[in-house]
Structures are given as structure tokens and as C-alpha cells.
């Protein structure tokens, strides 16, 4: 019998035990061994819970307990879950956790942790909800060098995109039915504001480059500024508007960013609505793979940490090969080097000469007519420029009349 | 040192061969010790190959070999590959192969073996090339009951459907136009027959269910008998023609089967085209995932038996939790039972009070209009239908003077 502990009994926590309890028959068939939750750590009363005689409110109850051997961090946050998960580390305790906030900014020492102990310390579930996504890179990174990595990380955003393309629903309103629905916070800022999608992209390049990339130093825009203005233009070029995490390899430095994109309607990626979120992984060998499904809801979250759980009872005594370097994003590519083509959207004054004057400061751009586009609204899009070259450009084109309402990048994978 | 052999050096083993060669150090850092390739066998000469003094004909040099640890099988067919391979298990070897023939028709005679001699018996690489699927699957199976697996599973066959789809290519010149691409082999049976998706999708079965599905007792319709008018009536109703292989619980049985099937646009595989292949795995608590990717070619295929090694080599003396018991497929439902709606054509002597007469054999049906559409023929979705009812409703119609020229499955996933 392997005895765990859960330190949390939120929406995924709850999950958790539930599967535990409810397939416990199914589990120790595949493991092999049978698994007890000894402990679960939360701050409210769960009368109700069949094992209710089991919570408690004392994280030392489960710390000094050498009984359990592996933890199960679902509280989320950086404290006090980082507190805890580094006490369990010490302590010789295998960790599962799900909190990509805490993976993102402490994942680096936390697996140092692991390592120097032979302990797991494993978070699929902190990336894609229940798509298996960490593992299956961790297999293609075995043969493979993964390039570049691009996704739709973050399912809020996803839906409200969605609405806003399929039913013309302002950004406002979409955010609204969301919140209505259950998929966004009422304070809704780490999700619409790109936190959530920086701190998985984070991870995923964390993985393939061996070294800690920090949510701090990567440029992470959201969605409260797309209009559905530039829905209708991203239309009338063919494509859709989503939120994109993206990084890849470019002249030694990584380029990682978050922000919302032009994605052509010929893209895997333009297809994947509302609350799904799907990760494309580019192997120098296997070319490009997919992995999609929801990510995020109690139970397919619930379902990863508990397939963690099992993974850890299964190999009590070795650590699986997931690790990565400290580091000061040192390899971090600036910003303002970062190179896309963008689309501009922009207020014009007059019209006089107007291809001419745009090509004269981006160079040659192609124009985007759409219906209904207001008489002195103009759209292009750029060749591929440096971000601080686009920025000059933009100074230089409004000093000669324009005023651009909005830029947008182009998705280039 | 870990020393290996590879048998069968055409596209695949020579990929593994150069992965294994090229990244070597890469690959030492991450599995923590060298893996040296001791032998390739192959009845042809390479001479020049950089490792052409470790070629050899006679298999015996590689069953005999104590050093030699694992044993790539690369060779495909059933045999020699099922004697090669069975001989290493003997012998205390572990076995990675990519030959889907050989795991979907002995897979639980050679699961067995390892099992009981704790070695692996790895086979990534036999289902979706290049994409993680396997393991992956293994993962979603960890923590949830799968329920369904639809997926386009070869890559060939949906090539020629893209095309047919798209540059309303005939099946005739689009077979031609992937042969001169090298995608379908001059002998295109076992793909376009619907035999490759078989295997593949029995595997996922047997995996699924964790008892061996045969291919002999599946039920296996190709793509010879598509032809464009019946992709025109698919784009009309809203979808496109896929192949798909496609297996569940119903009733207590295992309802499996490859076959053409509409599959609407709103779907997640419908957009999958060309060479790519897409998996769609139903989990009780993940719901949907899909795995996507190219599906064949030398790289990806090779770069997932690398893993599959890479993975033997970290655990020499355990065996991964990969195993299914023998059947003798007495939980597959009969054909018979199998249900579908169905998309039929059909040619009409008189169309006299058509609605009547075909809602009076197949129930309510709905009728598909096409441009250009001959006169005479007709087209039409029934309702969900037992197989052998659908059969016996179609000699009722023909006696009633229509002609059926095609029956394509709706796909219900």
C-alpha cells in the first residue's frame, strides 16, 4: 500500500480524491500496489466527504508523516504551495502538482530538489489539462530536437475568440457569457490578460532547451485590445485571431511570446474552438505533431495528476528523465529583436499616394479590404520585420497623418 | 555501454541506424550511458555505410550475441520477423519494433514472453509513425476507462482522398499520383484495401481493452469503391469522405471496423489531409483528445523506435506497463450488429412517390441534392440501422426497381 496526500480540495483537488476513491479497484490492478490517501490538506470543512475523518487544516501532519510518500500539490498559487512542495522534496516525498504558476517561476529548484534526492517531482497536468503534453515531449524530445513549439494554451481566451469569430459577439460580451458559463474568473485578468498562456509556454521551453525560461522576461500581450474589427479583417485574409504561446530557436537566442495571432483557415491550429486548446510540436525528425483536446475542467485535469500519481508509485525508487537547468533568461531573446510580419490596422486621414506612403515606411505591404470598414480605415500587412523596426515605423507613420488602431502579429509556423 | 542490433535495413532501419549514429551523444546525455550499435542484419550489401563491417546475413550472429542487450525489428511481414523476434525475447533480449503486422497478429504471444522474462516489448513506432500515440494512450488508460478510438490511421489512403476531395482527382489517377510520390507502394492492396488501418486499429484495440483483437475478425472496407460522385454528395450533406478506423463498447462487445465514412466538417479529423494521420481517443474523464502528425516516412517513424530504444535502455530491468491477453476475439461484434446511419446512392427507374417508398423500406430518411447529379439517381441518409437490417432493407429496395451503387457509413464520433 502506497499512502499519499492531496494538499488541496478545490475544483481539481476534489477531482482527484474522486478518482482515487472511485476507480481505486481499476488503479492498483495497473500499478500494482494499492493507493490510500492518508491526508488532505485544506483550510475549509468537507463534511460531506466519505473521508471527510481525513482532512485537515495541518500541513505539518502531512510533512512529518513518512508514511506518505508522495504529495499531491492542486492549491495553485506560488505560496503557500511552494513552501509545501519544497518541505515534501526535502523530506524525501515524491510531488504531482498541477500549478503551472508554481512549475513556471519555481520549477527550476524544485526539480534540482528532486534530482539531487532521487525523488519525482512530475506536473502534466500543469500544461493542457488532460491532453498528455509533458510526457509525449519528453518522448519526442528523446530522438528529436524540438524546434519550436506554438500553441492555444489557454481555453477562456479560446472561447472567448470563438464567440467573438462564429457570433460577431463583442469581446466584452464573450467575456461575460464566459464568466456566465463557468470557463473564466471573475477576475478574469491572468487568463485575458495572457499570465495563464506565458506561464505553459514557459514550461514547454523550459523542457526543450534544458533551461529554466521565467515568466518575467517574456513579452506576454492578451486579448483585451482584438476588436471585432480585426476579426473581420483577419476573415477577409483568410484566417482566424488566436492567442498563441510560441517559441522557437532563432539565431541562438529563444524567441518566446505571448500574444494573439493571424492564423490561416489552412493551419491545424485556425480549427480549434472554444474551450480546446491544442500544442503544436515541430521534431527536427518527426516534423509536425499535434496534441489537442480540453484543457482544462475538474476531471480531465484530475485525471493527468492522478496518471502523475501512478507514474510516481511505479517508479518509487527512479526518477523519471525530466529536468531542466536554472537559469537568469540569459538566452531569452529581447523583444525588440523578436521578427514577425503584422497586420496594421489604421485611421487615415487622406488617402493621397497611400500605397506608396505605408510601402515608403514597412516596405512592401499587401492591403486588406473588408465589408463595411469605415471610409478612412485602412489594413495591411508587413513584411517580416524586428518588433523595434515595426516600432520606428509606426512613429514614422503617424507622424505623417496615420494612426494605428491596432497591430497584430502573423502566425509564421 | 548498451549494445544493440537492428534487423531490416530499408527505410525505416536505415533511419534508425543514422538517428542512432547522429545524435549519439545527445542521446547518451539523456539515457546516461552509450547505446552502440553491434549489428545490422540485411541479405543486401551496404558497403557504404559508415558501420558496413557490422552488417550481417545470418541472424544467428544476433540471437547468440549475450551482449547484445536489445533488438530492433524493422524488417516487417510476419515473417521472419515473428521467428527473429520471438528467438530475442527467448534469449533475455528486449525487442522495439515498428511492424504493425507483427504486433497486431502476435502481440499477445510476445507480450506474454516479455512479460513473463520482465523485458520490453515496445512498439511506438507501429501506429502513427512518428506521432506519440502508444505511450500516450498508455497515459490517458492510466487514470481513465477509453471508451473510443476513431482515427484516420494511413496516411496513403488519405492522400488519395485529399486529392479526390479537393482536385476532384479520380481514384484511379490520384493512386497514380502517390505511387510516382513514393506514398503507395507499386502493390497499393495492403493500403487501399483498408489492411494498414486495420492492423493499427486493432492494436489500439487490444491495448484498449487489454485482450488481443485480431485482424481476421475485422470487419475491413478500402477506399476502391469511392468514387467522386459519392465525395460530392459527402461535401453537399456538409463533410468529407474519410477512412476511418473506429472501435467501442457497445453492449458489452467491441464494435471495430475500418470503412469510408462521411465525417461532417465540424469534426476535428475532417480537416486532416494529406499524408497526416489523426487519432481521436475518448477517455471517460479527458473526453477528447486527438493526436495528429505524419503518420509513415523514414524520420519520424525511426525517430519514434529511438525513443522506443531510448526507453528499453532506461529500464533494462523493468518492464513497462504495456500488455493485453490472448483472445480469440470472442468480444468482437459480429459485423452484423455493427450500427450505422448510412449514406446510400442509388439509380431510380421512376422516382414516383420516391419519399414513401424509401422511408417505407429504411425508416426516415433524408435526401441529399447534388449539382450535376444524374438524372435518375438519388441520394439519401437513413437512420441508424443495424447492419444486417441496412442489408436486408437494401434487396427489399432493389426488388422495388432501385439500384444501390454505394452504402457509406455516417461516422457517429
Excluded at 499512502?3 to 495497473?30: C, D, F, P, W, Y
Excluded at 524530445?141 to 460577431?168: H, P, Q, R
Excluded at 511505479?314 to 529583436?337: G, Q, Y
Aim: net charge negative; glycine share 8%; hydrophobic share 40%.
Amino acid at each position: 500500500m502506497i499512502q499519499v496526500a492531496v494538499m488541496g480540495h478545490g475544483v481539481v483537488g476534489s477531482g482527484v480524491t474522486e478518482i482515487l476513491l472511485n476507480n481505486s479497484a481499476e488503479i492498483a490492478k495497473r500499478v500494482r500496489d494499492e493507493i490510500y490517501i492518508k491526508k488532505v490538506l485544506d483550510l475549509r470543512e468537507f463534511p460531506d466527504s466519505p473521508i471527510a475523518d481525513r482532512f485537515t487544516k495541518d500541513f505539518s501532519e502531512i510533512e512529518d508523516d513518512d508514511e506518505i510518500k508522495i504529495v499531491v500539490e492542486v492549491m495553485g498559487g506560488v505560496e503557500p504551495a511552494y513552501t509545501f512542495v519544497k518541505s515534501c522534496l526535502l523530506k524525501g516525498k515524491s510531488v504531482v502538482t498541477s500549478n503551472k504558476e508554481l512549475v513556471a517561476k519555481k520549477g527550476a529548484e524544485l526539480l534540482k530538489i528532486a534530482n539531487e534526492r532521487n525523488l519525482n517531482f512530475l506536473f502534466e497536468a500543469s500544461v493542457g489539462g488532460g491532453i498528455p503534453i509533458i510526457r509525449p515531449l519528453n518522448q519526442c524530445l528523446a530522438a528529436n530536437n524540438v524546434e519550436e513549439i506554438d500553441g492555444i494554451l489557454n481555453g477562456t481566451t479560446n472561447f472567448i475568440l470563438t464567440k467573438m469569430i462564429e457570433d460577431s459577439m463583442s469581446f466584452e460580451d464573450a467575456l461575460k457569457l464566459a464568466q456566465d458559463l463557468g470557463y473564466a474568473e471573475r477576475n478574469p485578468a491572468a487568463d485575458v490578460e495572457g499570465h495563464d498562456a506565458c506561464r505553459k509556454i514557459c514550461i514547454l521551453a523550459s523542457m526543450i532547451f534544458g533551461k529554466h525560461v521565467y515568466p518575467d522576461g517574456v513579452h506576454t500581450e492578451g486579448i483585451t485590445k482584438v476588436t471585432l474589427d480585426d476579426v473581420g479583417y483577419a476573415q477577409s485574409w483568410g484566417g482566424v485571431i488566436k492567442l498563441i504561446g510560441s517559441v522557437k530557436q532563432n539565431g541562438g537566442k529563444h524567441q518566446i511570446l505571448v500574444a494573439p495571432m493571424f492564423v490561416p483557415n489552412t493551419n491545424q491550429l485556425s480549427s480549434v474552438d472554444d474551450v480546446f486548446n491544442a500544442i503544436l510540436v515541430k521534431g527536427d525528425y518527426t516534423g509536425d505533431v499535434v496534441f489537442y483536446g480540453k484543457g482544462a475542467g475538474k476531471l480531465p485535469t484530475a485525471s493527468a495528476v492522478v496518471a502523475d500519481v501512478m507514474d510516481c508509485v511505479t517508479n518509487l525508487d527512479r526518477r523519471r528523465n525530466i529536468f531542466w537547468e536554472d537559469s537568469k533568461n540569459e538566452s531569452v531573446m529581447p523583444f525588440e529583436d523578436t521578427m514577425y510580419s503584422m497586420f496594421v490596422r489604421a485611421y487615415a486621414v487622406d488617402k493621397t499616394d497611400l500605397d506608396k506612403r505605408v510601402s515608403g515606411v514597412f516596405g512592401e505591404c499587401s492591403f486588406i479590404e473588408k465589408d463595411n470598414a469605415p471610409e478612412n480605415e485602412i489594413a495591411f500587412v508587413t513584411p517580416l520585420m524586428k518588433y523595434s523596426d515595426f516600432d520606428k515605423a509606426c512613429r514614422t507613420f503617424e507622424k505623417d497623418g496615420f494612426r494605428v488602431l491596432s497591430s497584430i502579429r502573423i502566425a509564421d509556423f
